[in-house]
């Protein structure tokens, strides 16, 4: 028998793709990794991205279809090996150039600074 794992979200896309694998003869096992908390990535507890409702639906469609299904939570090892060098090397970026630059464009951000500390910004109209 063909064998296939699928990438369980908990969304109507992954859903569907897993009824149609088995459809195809596949004998599929549904995973969702679990990478980081939505507080761990500064979004909402109510933002249904990725939460813990979205497992369980991912878990609740490889019921009804009689799939095995598994979490592989990776977001300790996912927070010190990606998102705290990310952020770290992000608060270490600046662009700089070699003269003042002059153009403004309507809807571009702009922000001032003195030194380290954010003195104010805006849109520009």
Do not use: W
Not at 30 to 47: P, R
Not at 78 to 87: C, Q, S, Y
């Amino acid at each position: 028998m063909k064998r296939a794992l699928i990438a369980m979200s908990g969304g109507v896309d992954s859903s569907v793709a897993a009824y149609l694998a088995q459809r195809e003869g596949y004998e599929c096992i549904g995973c969702t990794m679990k990478l980081y908390t939505n507080t761990d990535a500064g979004i909402s507890e109510k933002h249904t991205c990725c939460s813990l409702d979205d497992v369980e639906d991912a878990r609740a469609v490889a019921y009804r279809l009689g799939m095995r299904y598994c979490v592989f939570n990776f977001s300790e090892s996912f927070r010190e090996r990606v998102m705290l060098p990310f952020a770290a090397d992000y608060r270490r970026a600046r662009i700089v150039f070699d003269a003042p630059q002059r153009a403004v464009t309507p809807g571009q951000a702009a922000v001032f600074y003195d030194g380290d500390a954010v003195l104010g910004g805006g849109t520009i109209e």
